[in-house]
């Protein structure tokens, strides 16, 4: 046998992507679940960039059948229509395809879909986060009974890096915290809030009529998304299978401008915080509105921007920063995963870096997590309400930073109080003690505050 220049040689056998055959393999065929945004993204990826991928991958990567659910639609790549059809298990089952990409979204039937492909011991790229949120166990363990590779690098911050960073580059390091603002939607409309003044339904219907905002938002704006995706980035950085209702979960509907002013005014700016950390064997997980100190380096990102500050034991604070949406980024990293499981394919290394997540994680309850709080409260204007509150606040073991009385009515006044890291048990003890207080009219929902 002949060896080509280049291939790589293991026990005096050449890998060509199929150790039992002398025949190099010149083709990786691909059958896709979906052209929309990012499917037909991907499409014209792999077209335009189709022989630098050839060289980096060693052979071509073929696209040869999509299954869509309306035939007649029109779409921004044309495909012979021999390659398309309505009946996604037609592309999966079809012994040509050697790469089933998932770019349906939703559990079912992508689930179905997926399961069924590594069943048939295919490797599957997807860019599914809620997919992988909740059923993401169930398919990985699937994936390393079949040897196969399960692929998802877009389900996280479009096309941001940071599946593979955590999963390769980092896995020396026991990571200690992770923050990131994973929504590009609810970014954008707390950018507009801040920049611009606007109240939520505002921001929200032009980030609708701009395409950033689902016609239905509550996936976004109710934090569902980033949830899902900080339960990807925690089960890989602590290596357990994250329950998603060990995620403490709020969305931003309840901000409003004049939130935003105070936290400014106080030297924040609000944000869509996603965060998991690990102390003592205990893992903290939450999704919330948080004032970002505007030094932190996420303060500055903006619009539908993402970012995510991995802190490692040994590497230090690093920080990824992209598009986390949008066709055109996110097919960059389906097509990374393509051609990294394409790459696999051909050197027979399939299954390199199966799931290693154990069961049984401690999972800190959101009462325990200390932070520091902003809350703003509507009281009587009258001497003696400052010290009445500052005393509920003391019972409950919570300790005052910083209180800035804002605006009077001449009878009601807006006070803004920031306390010291307390335990969010004694926050709530205090603010329901608070809310009966006869001299206090409204209390508003408290904010987390991020440290520097
Ligand atoms: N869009 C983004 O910026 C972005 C970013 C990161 C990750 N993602 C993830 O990427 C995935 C795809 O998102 P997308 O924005 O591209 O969605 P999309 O534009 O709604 O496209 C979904 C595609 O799936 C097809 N489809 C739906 N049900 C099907 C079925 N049963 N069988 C075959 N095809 C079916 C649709 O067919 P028709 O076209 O015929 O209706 C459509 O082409 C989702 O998991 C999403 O969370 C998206």
């Given at each position: ?16 992507g ?6 190099p ?15 037909s ?7 335009r ?12 990567v073929?696209?040869?059948k999509?299954?869509?659910?309306h ?7 044309i ?10 298990y ?42 992988l ?6 398919i ?19 096309g ?11 896995v ?12 590009g ?11 611009d003044?606007l109240?939520?339904?505002?921001a929200l219907s032009?980030?609708?009529a ?18 899902y ?12 299978r994250?329950p998603?209702d060990?995620?403490y ?7 409003e ?23 003592d ?32 034991d ?14 055109a ?8 995963d ?29 009462d325990?997590?200390?932070s ?10 009258k001497?003696?309400v400052l ?5 509920v ?35 709530r ?10 001299v206090?009219?409204?209390?508003g ?7 520097d």
């Amino acid at each position: 046998m002949k060896r080509r220049a280049g291939s790589p040689v293991v026990e005096g056998k050449q890998l060509h992507g199929n150790v039992n055959s002398d025949k190099p393999r010149d083709v990786v065929r691909i059958g896709m679940l979906g052209l929309g945004t990012v499917g037909s993204a991907v499409i014209a990826l792999l077209w335009r960039n189709r022989e630098l991928i050839q060289l980096r991958v060693g052979c071509a990567v073929e696209v040869v059948k999509v299954a869509v659910k309306h035939l007649d639609k029109e779409r921004p790549v044309i495909l012979d229509p021999r390659m398309l059809t309505d009946n996604a298990y037609e592309v999966i089952e079809d012994e040509s395809v050697d790469i089933v990409v998932e770019l349906i979204g939703g559990v079912e039937p992508a689930y179905e879909y997926v399961m069924r492909a590594i069943e048939l011991g295919k490797s599957v790229v997807t860019a599914n986060k809620e997919l992988l949120a909740k059923r993401g166990g169930e398919i990985l363990d699937a994936a390393k009974g079949k040897g196969v590779d399960v692929y998802f690098e877009a389900s996280v911050g479009g096309g941001i890096p940071i599946i593979m960073p955590l999963k390769q580059s980092l896995v020396g390091n026991r990571i200690k915290r992770i923050v990131g603002i994973l929504n590009g939607t609810t970014n954008y409309i707390l950018t507009r809030m801040t920049r611009d003044g606007l109240d939520f339904s505002t921001a929200l219907s032009e980030a609708q009529a701009k395409g950033f905002a689902e016609a239905d938002p509550t996936d976004d704006v109710d934090a569902f998304d980033p949830m899902y995706k900080i339960a990807i980035l925690a089960a890989i950085a602590f290596g357990y299978r994250i329950p998603l209702d060990a995620i403490y979960r709020e969305g931003i509907r309840h901000i409003e401008p004049a939130d935003i002013d105070y936290a400014s005014s106080l030297g924040y700016v609000i944000k869509l915080l996603a965060i998991a950390a690990e102390h003592d064997g205990l893992i903290e997980l939450r999704v919330h509105p948080t004032l970002v100190p505007k030094t932190h380096p996420l303060a500055s990102v903006s619009d539908n921007y993402n970012a995510v500050v991995i802190e490692g034991d040994s590497v230090g604070r690093l920080m990824f920063y992209g598009q986390g949406a949008g066709g055109a980024p996110t097919a960059s990293a389906v097509v990374g995963d393509i051609v990294d499981a394409a790459r696999n394919l051909r050197l027979d290394a399939k299954g390199r870096l199966p799931c290693v997540c154990r069961l049984g994680g401690m999972f800190k309850s959101i009462d325990d997590v200390v932070s520091r709080f902003c809350i703003r409260m509507r009281v009587a204007d009258k001497p003696g309400v400052l010290a009445k509150i500052a005393g509920v606040f003391g019972a409950e073991g919570v300790s005052i930073a910083s209180v800035v009385q804002r605006e009077s009515d001449g009878k009601t006044a807006e006070i803004v109080w920031i306390t010291h890291a307390t335990p969010y048990r004694s926050l709530r003890g205090a603010l329901e003690g608070i809310s009966s207080l006869d001299v206090v009219q409204s209390v508003g929902k408290p904010l987390w505050v991020e440290a520097d």
